[in-house]
């Protein structure tokens, strides 16, 4: 059935999400202890980015409405 499908891929996303948000928070340390903290403010940029755009995708994978015949 589509809607598991969605649903299987939301979580699958969210997985993704929460290591992404696991890197951000490693490359905050980074900043913070000064490790080549220009390098990690930028890597937290890019990851900021892409935590919104799974954050956005699960959400619509969520409250995809899809019948078996559109796909």
Same mark, same amino acid.
């Given at each position: 059935?589509?809607?598991?499908?969605?649903?299987?891929?939301?979580?699958? !996303?969210?997985? !993704?999400?929460? &290591? @992404?948000? &696991? @890197? !951000?928070?490693?490359? @905050?340390r980074a900043q913070?202890?000064?490790d080549n903290?220009?390098?990690? $403010?930028?890597?937290?940029?890019?990851?900021? $980015? @892409?935590?919104?755009? =799974?954050? $956005?995708?699960? &959400?619509? =994978?969520?409250?995809?409405?899809?019948?078996?015949?559109?796909?």
């Amino acid at each position: 059935m589509a809607s598991d499908a969605f649903s299987d891929l939301a979580d699958q !996303i969210a997985s !993704i999400n929460e &290591q @992404v948000s &696991q @890197v !951000i928070f490693d490359a @905050v340390r980074a900043q913070l202890r000064g490790d080549n903290a220009e390098a990690a $403010k930028e890597q937290e940029r890019s990851l900021a $980015k @892409v935590r919104r755009s =799974l954050a $956005k995708a699960e &959400q619509l =994978l969520r409250g995809a409405q899809f019948d078996d015949d559109s796909l």
